[in-house]
């Protein structure tokens, strides 16, 4: 499998994104980047569940929860993973899952490290 690109979890992007939507107002940015990666935590533990249990309506769910976060973070490779287990836990299978599903745990964990990183500067 391919190594991962995490350019779009970088903290001057994630900033950037987040900037975004405060208009650069720095504790609106703090407190939009704790509850980013609260939201980032629950997802990863939904991804888990969902895959430990092989329930693609756990996962579908927790994404539509969080949609605003995926949102605001952009990052189009951890949508791409999203998909991907999704379409395979709808099919009611986790045969070929397990390396995206690492992926995807890992972009999620790095997402919500530069996040508390943001939220604590």
Do not use: W
Not at 3 to 25: E, H, I, Q, Y
Not at 35 to 40: C, G, Y
Not at 70 to 85: A, C, G, P, T
């Amino acid at each position: 499998m391919e190594s991962t690109n995490f350019d779009s979890c970088k903290p001057d992007v994630v900033m950037a994104n987040l900037d975004r939507c405060t208009d650069g107002d720095v504790e609106f940015r703090k407190e939009l980047a704790q509850l980013l990666a609260n939201n980032m935590t629950e997802l990863m533990a939904n991804i888990q569940k969902a895959v430990s249990v092989i329930d693609a309506t756990i996962l579908m769910r927790s994404v539509h929860k969080t949609k605003t976060t995926l949102s605001i973070l952009n990052d189009s490779e951890m949508n791409e993973e999203i998909s991907i287990v999704q379409s395979k836990l709808k099919e009611s299978t986790a045969a070929g899952i397990e390396g995206h599903v690492e992926n995807l745990i890992n972009r999620c964990q790095r997402t919500i490290e530069v996040l508390n990183t943001l939220a604590a500067a």
